[in-house]
């Protein structure tokens, strides 16, 4: 028996939707970047609604010359983990930079934001803990639980009455209790009410993980997240984020005002046996940070343009989530005209990324875009414009 056997299920599945000549969705190649809206696509420029890029970071000047300068001082690499010699000076001038920035008393700065989860919640909820996750958790966050092997509990999508029902069914059971919510969820892009998490936080004395990948450099008067726009930052004990979002490079990061969290350093795998971020890394973030923190503005762009390409894309009777925010996603109800309707999109010039059960909530395929800042109207009209027009060729667009 062949060792990838197991595999047989998934072999089958890759080839009904690449069947035909199409594309493999999971295997796209972008060849160049033009700029943080646009890349070349099979030699075509195509516009990039697929990125995460949410203020356009990645190809921010400031950020790049920061990279190229941190490169020559100190070189490419760490060659060790932050717990032997991958812990430079750039890497705390980094943590202290964002605990400043999040107004709390710690930081531990991971090799990548998948890691960040990984790391923080297997070392917070082990054994002998519970472990209260939202149905629609990202993988990262199950993967957590189950490094730490703690005992999980699910409650439905964004609904904090199932989260306290469950929380006192555990009244008088011994271990932690660690509820984790994410900021705004990656598939569908609805915001958590984490107000009311924090409400029933307060009630229960459970610790509270709020996961704000895609939500710092979008939500708050600072950028600083859902927590922050809600009013209850004091309420969420760790914050767990990535780099590789609005910011624009790649790492993650946890923050705290729990003096514990240093001990998590020499407990959490993830964070142990990594090498470290290089040091043009580090640099470049810290002055995507600086641009956040100094230009607002983008925020404002940012949510104008996910208003403007969700009601672009509803008037042209495609259904999407209820919630105008930086993700938008078309819902379809069939997998083989999703993954058509996505080949068409990338033909005509728009790349979108193709989200597929079981990943996606409901098991609904999903055309998965990313709003940026950086998009300006008239590219955002014309994707709306391809959109309504795939839906057409294919009979979608029944309320248009």
Known sequence: ????????????????????????????????????????????????????????????????????????????????????????????????????????????VFSTGYQANLGTISALAGKDDYLLLDADSHASIYDGSRLGHAQVIRFRHNDADDLHKRLRRLEGTPGAKLVVVEGIYSMMGDVVPMAEFAAVKRETGAWLLADEAHSVGVMGKHGRGVAEADGVEDDVDFVVGTFSKSLGTVGGYCVSNHDGLDLIRLCSRPYMFTASLPPEVIAATMAALTELENHPELRIRLMDNARRLHAGLQAAGLRTGPQASPVVSVILDDVAVAVAFWNRLLDLGVYVNLSLPPATPDQHPLLRTSVMATHTPAEIDKAVEVFATVAREMGLNHAA
Not at 20 to 36: A, L, M, Q
């Open 1 to 108: 028996m062949s060792i990838f056997s197991k595999y047989e299920g998934l072999a089958s599945a890759l080839a009904s939707v690449t069947a035909g000549g199409g594309r493999n969705p999971f295997d796209v190649v972008i060849e160049k970047p033009i700029s943080s809206t646009v890349g070349l696509i099979e030699g075509r420029e195509t516009l990039l609604f697929g990125t995460n890029n949410y203020l356009g970071l990645s190809q921010s000047p400031a950020a790049i010359n920061a990279a190229v300068e941190a490169a020559k001082a100190y070189g490419v690499g760490t060659t060790g983990s932050r717990i032997a010699n991958g812990t430079q000076g750039l890497h705390r001038q980094l943590e202290e930079r964002l605990s400043a920035f999040f107004r709390r008393k710690h930081c531990m």
